[in-house]
């Protein structure tokens, strides 16, 4: 009994210094930059300058046919699947665009990268791509994403954007920050373009 006690805390102890190590880990990665530039109750409006991302263009329509079919590819090309098998830094967060016609799926490059020095994918299906800058609603929300979470908190933004008389375009998109080992601090956000000029 006393011994089964002993393991038990050990574990514990491991367990927990572990995900002190991710969530730490996880906070010093390169993240995309943005600037905010109103901040709501339920929300927030971003401005995100232009960015080179790694994208994968998928027919999958749903968050985890999307998240196993993308990840992998596109950790591939980063951990050296490339014609000069370079690695290449993870950043966050992770961007997935899931709707019924093409979804896709991309890594944010780390900025001392840009479309002309980046090396070139082994895997045809990964594209380097220039995503133009945008303003963005974005909403927050933590633990495990799912599909129920990802249609909910789209209807709650798209909802708190129609009250304050805010146009947006485009579809809703999930980002994602976290590793799936990491188990506490989890930040998911659910963004969308919005029409900002003149605002």
């Known amino acids: 009994m006393k011994t089964a006690l002993i393991i038990t805390v050990i574990l514990f102890v491991v367990f927990t210094l572990f995900q002190a190590y991710t969530v730490m880990a996880s906070n010093k990665s390169e993240s995309q930059p943005y600037t905010v530039v109103r901040t709501e109750k339920d929300f927030e409006i971003r401005f995100y300058p232009a960015a080179t991302m790694a994208m994968i263009t998928s027919s999958a329509k749903s968050y985890k046919e999307l998240g196993n079919s993308g990840f992998k590819k596109l950790a591939g090309y980063i951990f050296g699947g490339n014609k000069t098998k370079e690695k290449i830094a993870m950043t966050t967060p992770v961007h997935m665009d899931i709707n019924q016609t093409s979804s896709t799926m991309s890594f944010v490059m780390p900025r001392q990268y840009s479309k002309d020095n980046l090396p070139i994918p082994n895997d045809s299906n990964v594209a380097i791509k220039i995503i133009q800058q945008e303003y963005v609603a974005v909403i927050k929300f933590a633990g495990y994403a799912s599909e129920n979470d990802i249609k909910n908190y789209s209807k709650k933004l798209e909802n708190a954007l129609k ?3 805010i146009s947006y375009y485009g579809h809703f998109r999930f980002l994602g920050y976290n590793p ?5 601090g989890r930040r998911n ?5 919005v029409d900002w000029s003149g605002k």
């Open 163 to 165: 009250e304050a008389s």
């Open 180 to 184: 799936p080992f990491q188990f506490i």
């Open 189 to 193: 956000e659910i963004i969308i373009s």
